[in-house]
């Protein structure tokens, strides 16, 4: 279902109806940009540098579509799994008063994939954030609010008329006013006050306001005559039964109702969704739940620690990232996928006692590669089952999915295009479905018939990050990310040889010196991270030789002149490393929250990477 301002009441009012009941929700975004120049990112960057630097992209750039899929499990069992489907692709548009901007490469992006901007520009949905919603429900409904806002400023004094003409105007209008008033019930029910400008017709409402505070029939509005002349206005003077006032009162709320509604816009969808608690499922994730949380909820936290915090209090089913998922999955060497030949055969003889080798199941983790493959597997347990036959993957991994009435847009191949928000959220809802079964069987789950994630505990709230020493970024409240890590396998980061070095240079200081015949060097792979410091990857069992080694060569670079002092080239573990980093980003950030100044711009401590290649001694 696309929704635009046409139908988003339509769109809420069945969403916070079934939310509450939805197995999980899937998210996926389109914005407006996602790469700042000062914003890149480094190998050496920590999951709170990283977040920092996203942060201020998600603050800086704006949502075009919000894609929102409920999956409503319906039957299954032991079989199959069984889910009713209801996608919003949602065009989001920020209010009056907010800015746009547009990264060049983004948009290029979009146009390409087919995004319909006309339907973005003319019918997006407007959306408040927490305190500009609770500030509207104050103002607009303060019958019905019960939220603490900010305290209303004092009033201004009254306004006083400054030119003659102006004065004589008001006390003809306010004479004529009170004629007509003291004329009783007998007469008119409507006084019309002379055309003024706005400056005037403020005055004439404060003072009507005040003259008439103790009449409870006496009440003033303001109209306007010709809707194509919506700048002319004129004041009407009212009188009313106590009946008459109480239905105008519930008129008048009526009104102020559905302007409140109209305001909140999507506000109504993002409010149902975190109160729902459901699990919450993305794909690759980490920018849209900070766009969401930007835009939807309030100011970003300056720490990647309060994000934690704030995700947690937000999304209390957990966030589940089916790239996350999918990269955890393997399944026997010797079962076959769609993208396989015939079952692999093993020559030689295999003992019994020997664990089958297993290779990961989705050989690509793209949302498109992974969804395809999920829709294959699915559709070829259906086959193999209806024939008798035994599933391909050993797991009968059947997940069937019909869509919702007003929710098969995406039956039509033609509207099943990539990067349209609403169907990226689809089709990562379908790949958890099929992923949470999957993994529920090879883990020995008793009960199949519950729409369960329990069993996905150790996936709950980890999201992947691109380019990192860390395999992802945990968003539970109070945990800690660690860098990736092999076991026996030592890292250390090495800084500080000359910017002219190569690879088989910094190779040489982990070699024997001097050279002994018959002397085996220690296996070393290095990963560059920029011109003068590299990640050296060792066994453990090689640690002394290599320390030995790089020593010998420390001593002989100071001595050649080459380093002013040994305590130039540094081998740190990357680990004790990337917490130092941390420790420094955690001080730039209380330094920003305590003096509220714009975020930290991590490209000062940062040096441009050159592009080398990973080689193996």
């Known amino acids: 279902m696309n929704v635009t301002k046409e139908n988003i009441d339509v769109a809420c009012d069945e969403f916070e109806l079934l939310v509450p009941s939805a197995a999980f929700v899937s998210m996926d975004l389109e914005m407006t940009g996602i790469h700042l120049p000062d914003c890149k990112e480094f190998l050496d960057d920590t999951p709170a540098m990283r977040y920092s630097k996203m942060r201020k992209v998600a603050s800086r750039f704006n949502i075009v579509q919000v894609g929102i899929t409920m999956f409503h499990r319906v039957g299954g069992g032991d079989t199959s799994d069984e889910y009713i489907a209801r996608t919003y692709n949602v065009f989001t548009f920020p209010a009056k008063g907010h800015q746009i901007t547009l990264e060049g490469g983004a948009v290029e992006f979009l146009v390409s994939n087919g995004m319909d901007w006309n339907a973005w520009f003319r019918d997006g949905v407007p959306y408040l954030r927490k305190g500009a919603a609770k500030e509207l429900k104050a103002k607009l409904l303060p019958e019905e609010s019960t939220e603490n806002v900010a305290p209303i400023a004092a009033p201004k004094p009254p306004m006083e008329l400054a030119t003659g003409e102006d004065k004589a105007l008001c006390a003809e209008a306010l004479a004529g006013v009170a004629a007509w008033w003291d004329g009783g019930a007998n007469g008119p029910a409507e006084h019309v006050l002379p055309a003024c400008n706005s400056y005037l017709r403020r005055f004439l409402f404060q003072e009507c306001e005040r003259i008439y505070s103790d009449e409870k029939e006496f009440s003033i509005e303001s109209r306007v005559p ?35 509604r109209a305001r909140l816009g999507f506000t109504r969808m993002w409010a149902a969704l975190t109160a729902s608690k459901r699990p919450i499922v993305v794909h690759n994730g980490l920018f849209d739940l900070l766009f969401l949380c930007r835009h939807m909820h309030d100011d970003l936290p300056t720490s990647l620690v309060d994000f934690k915090e704030l995700i947690g209090e937000l999304f209390p089913g957990g966030i589940f990232d089916t790239r996350n998922i999918g990269k955890q999955i393997t399944v026997d060497d010797g079962e076959k996928n769609v993208n396989d030949g015939e079952k692999n055969v093993d020559d030689g003889e295999k003992k019994d006692d020997e664990d089958p080798p297993r290779r990961p199941m989705f050989p690509e983790l793209r949302l498109d590669r992974l969804y395809a493959l999920c829709k294959s597997e699915t559709e070829a347990a259906v086959t193999t089952a209806v024939e008798g036959a035994a599933s391909k993957l050993c797991h009968d991994t059947r997940v069937v999915v019909k869509f919702a009435e007003n929710h098969d847009r995406y039956l039509d191949s033609t509207k099943a295009i990539l990067h349209e928000a609403g169907y990226d959220s689809y089709i990562t809802a379908f790949s958890f479905a099929f992923m949470r079964r999957m993994t529920l069987q090879q883990r020995g789950a008793a009960d199949l018939l519950a729409a369960s994630v329990g069993h996905l505990a150790d996936c709950k709230f980890v999201l992947p990050l691109y380019r990192s020493f860390f395999p992802g970024v945990c968003l539970a409240p109070g945990s800690d990310d660690v860098v990736k890590h092999t076991t026996g396998e030592q890292q250390h980061l090495l800084m500080g040889f000359p910017s002219t070095y190569q690879t088989s240079d910094v190779l040489r200081l982990f070699t024997a010196r001097p050279v002994v015949d018959g002397d085996v060097n220690p296996r070393v792979s290095l990963h560059w991270i920029n011109d003068m410091s590299v990640c050296a990857r060792f066994s453990d069992a090689d640690t002394a030789v290599v320390l030995t080694n790089l020593d010998a060569h420390r001593l002989a670079l100071v001595s050649e002149g080459v380093l002013a002092d040994s305590g130039a080239l540094v081998l740190t573990p990357l680990q004790k490393y990337m917490q130092a980093k941390d420790e420094e980003i955690a001080a730039a950030a209380n330094m920003e929250s305590d003096r509220k100044r714009p975020a930290l711009n991590s490209s000062a401590v940062e040096v441009l990477p050159t592009k080398k290649t990973k080689v193996n001694l």
């Open 226 to 260: 010709d809707p194509a002349k919506h700048w002319e206005k004129e004041m009407v003077a009212i009188r009313r039964s106590a009946e008459e006032c109480e239905a105008a009162a519930a008129v008048d709320l009526a009104r102020r109702k559905e302007t409140y």
